[in-house]
């Protein structure tokens, strides 16, 4: 992984309270997997920043890297790498994925929960 790409990924996770690596956009995901994860932060009413690793070959191998975790989709939340589609779905259907946000500060639709 270059430097360059450390830093901007170090930056897009500081920066935003919520982040989302994905293959496709938010409005438009290009696997199931991204999907699920989408739809759940959308039913939670979570803002993310979503970022299509398809767009650069470099970065999909960055963000593995990174996180030392070898799947796309990958979840930040506050800079701590939550986890990918797996592990949000339980998260998220046990509750502990809203005690997360809860936990961070992170605005969300307990309702949906």
């Known amino acids: 992984m270059t430097d ?28 199931g997997f991204s999907a699920t994860v989408v739809q759940i932060l959308d039913r939670l009413g979570v803002t993310f920043k979503d970022i299509d690793i398809l767009l650069d070959p470099a970065l999909r191998q960055a963000i593995k890297d990174f996180s030392n975790w070898p799947t796309i989709p990958q979840l930040y939340v506050k800079g701590e790498f939550v986890g990918g589609c797996d592990i949000i779905k339980e998260m998220y259907f046990n509750g502990e994925l809203q005690e997360l946000l809860k936990s961070k500060n992170i605005a969300f639709n307990n309702k949906a929960a």
């Open 4 to 31: 360059a790409l450390f830093a901007q990924i170090k930056k897009d996770i500081s920066e935003n309270d919520v982040v989302l690596y994905m293959k496709g956009s938010a409005k438009l995901p290009h696997c």
